[in-house]
C-alpha cells in the first residue's frame, strides 16, 4: 500500500505570497492531519480533518487554513506568508480520527 | 492542558547495546494514545510503536518496547540491539481525543560503531 505522499517538497516563497501546500493519505484513511515543524516550536499540530470536516484546529492564525476533499486529499494553505512560516510541513492519515497517524515525508517551506 | 517531556536532548549508545530513551506526559484525562515516532535527517516521521493508556501490557515492536509506567506518567522508549541505522532523533507523542498530537522536543540518539 503507497504510504503518505506530499508534494511538493520543497518550495521558496516571499513574505507575502501564498502558498498551497497538497497532501495524499493512505488509501482507504479518511483522516488527515498537518503539523508545522521549526527548530524553535518544534512539532505543532495545525489542523484534522475528517471527512471533509474540520474536527480540530490547533493554536495557529487565520492565515493558516486547510481543506478536504471527498477523496481525503487535504490542501493547506498559508497566506501573506511571513519569514516565521519557514518550517517543514508535515502531514499525516489514519483510518479514524483516533487511530496511529502514519505521516509524509514533508513539504519543506522556505519564506525570504 | 497536556504535555509531553523529553529530557534527553542526545544520547549516544555502542552499537549492539539497549537504549532507553526517556518520555513523561502529563494528561488529566483516563483515555489518552502514547506513541514513539523516529525522523531520520530526511524529516519523514516514522511510526514506532503505541501504546494505549487501558493497555495492561508493555507494547512491543520488534527492536522496539514500550516501558509504560501509568502511575508515574512515562512511556519510555527501549530498543535493544541498537544499529547504526537506529540514528535519528525520536519524538513522544501522545493524543488526548478529541485533537492532535502532542510532541515531546525529541531525543537525537546517534549510534557509534
Redesign the interface.
Known amino acids: 500500500k503507497a504510504g503518505v505522499t506530499q508534494t511538493p517538497r520543497y518550495l521558496i516563497k516571499t513574505r507575502g505570497q501564498q502558498v498551497t501546500l497538497s497532501c495524499s493519505p493512505i488509501s482507504g484513511h479518511r483522516s488527515v492531519?498537518w503539523?508545522q515543524q521549526t527548530p524553535g516550536q518544534?512539532?505543532?499540530?495545525?489542523?484534522?480533518y475528517f471527512s471533509e470536516t474540520q474536527?480540530?484546529k490547533?493554536n495557529f492564525p487565520g492565515r493558516f487554513s486547510g481543506r478536504q476533499f471527498s477523496n481525503s486529499r487535504s490542501e493547506m494553505n498559508v497566506s501573506t506568508l511571513e519569514l516565521g512560516d519557514s518550517a517543514?510541513y508535515?502531514c499525516?492519515s489514519s483510518g479514524r480520527?483516533?487511530d496511529?497517524?502514519?505521516?509524509?515525508?514533508?513539504t519543506?517551506l522556505t519564506v525570504l | 492542558a497536556q504535555k509531553i517531556t523529553q529530557t534527553q536532548p542526545g544520547m549516544f549508545v555502542q552499537e549492539k547495546e539497549a537504549v532507553t530513551l526517556d518520555c513523561t506526559y502529563d494528561t488529566s484525562d483516563q483515555s489518552y494514545g502514547l506513541f514513539w515516532y523516529k525522523q531520520p535527517s530526511s524529516g519523514e516521521m516514522i511510526f514506532l510503536i503505541y501504546q494505549g493508556s487501558y493497555d495492561e501490557q508493555n507494547a512491543t515492536e520488534g527492536r522496539y518496547s514500550l516501558n509504560f509506567q501509568k502511575a508515574r506518567k512515562s512511556a519510555n522508549l527501549v530498543i535493544s540491539a541498537s544499529q547504526l541505522g537506529d540514528s535519528a532523533m525520536y519524538f513522544c507523542a501522545m493524543r488526548e481525543p478529541p485533537g492532535g498530537y502532542i510532541f515531546g522536543t525529541g531525543t537525537r540518539l546517534k549510534v557509534l560503531a
Open positions: 492531519s503539523y518544534g512539532l505543532q499540530f495545525l489542523f484534522e474536527r480540530n490547533g517543514l508535515l499525516a480520527v483516533v496511529t497517524q502514519y505521516f509524509g515525508p514533508g519543506r
